[in-house]
């Protein structure tokens, strides 16, 4: 079956621009993380949501960050005004019970 | 609040070589202990899983068990391969909850 998808797989942006990553997770599956990995570096948690709700938002860098799901499915994480020290790779990854995390491939965010 | 500790990479090893890639966490309770591979240009996916005090788990070789003594989940296989060549990380979630915490990572590469 078809698995977690990221879109844009890379997104090119120039400092200050709004972007929008979109996640697809794996269908029945209610819960959805997203997390950032910079170069070298593990996997920081960023948001998690069960169903449409985020129980915890603390993990999301900055108020530039905010992120949505819809309809217990897609889900988009949003960061507006961009700076530098955002260009990462922005993983996604649902489960159908929240333990076992089945990943995306990540969007390439480079912010120039 | 939790944590979870890897040995730093890179680890290389001549094929055949047996792997040990350290992993101690701190955590109130019994989290759930996982490691995830990222093989290169690929997405993470899950490797095998313990979810409970001298657990093992095991898959492709591989397999750690989940010492609550040592509050360690060391992952260990006897012969290694080329194709074992990946990024290793260690992650822990507690039951019932959803914040994953994950290590650093440990980049292992296997000379033919």
């Known amino acids: 079956g078809a698995g977690v998808s990221q879109s844009p797989s890379n997104k090119v942006t120039e400092k200050g621009k709004d972007v929008e990553l979109r996640c697809d997770p794996i269908?029945?599956?209610?819960?959805l993380y997203w997390y950032r990995q910079s170069l070298g570096q593990g996997l920081e948690f960023l948001i998690y949501f069960q169903g449409n709700s985020a129980p915890d938002k603390s993990g999301l860098p900055s108020d530039r960050f905010s992120a949505e799901r819809t309809g217990g499915s897609v889900s988009t994480l949003t960061i507006q005004r961009t700076q530098q020290e955002d260009s990462a790779v922005y993983l996604c990854a649902s489960s159908p019970w929240g333990d076992e995390q089945y990943f995306g491939p990540g969007t390439r965010l480079t912010v120039t | 609040g939790d944590s979870v500790t890897q040995m730093e990479g890179p680890v290389t090893l001549s094929e055949e070589a047996f792997l040990t890639i350290n992993c101690t966490y701190t955590?109130?309770?019994?989290?759930?202990l996982f490691w995830y591979v990222q093989y290169p240009g690929e997405g993470l996916q899950l490797l095998l899983k313990a979810t409970k005090a001298d657990d093992k788990g095991s898959n492709k070789g591989f397999e750690a068990t989940y010492r609550k003594e040592t509050t360690s989940f060391h992952l260990e296989k006897g012969s290694v391969q080329v194709s074992d060549s990946a990024v290793y990380f260690c992650?822990?979630?507690?039951?019932?909850?959803?914040?994953?915490?994950f290590g650093a990572g440990t980049r292992l590469f296997v000379k033919a």
């Open positions: 955590a109130t309770g019994y989290p759930s």
């Open positions: 269908s029945g599956h209610t819960a």
């Open positions: 992650a822990l979630i507690h039951t019932g909850g959803f914040k994953t915490i």
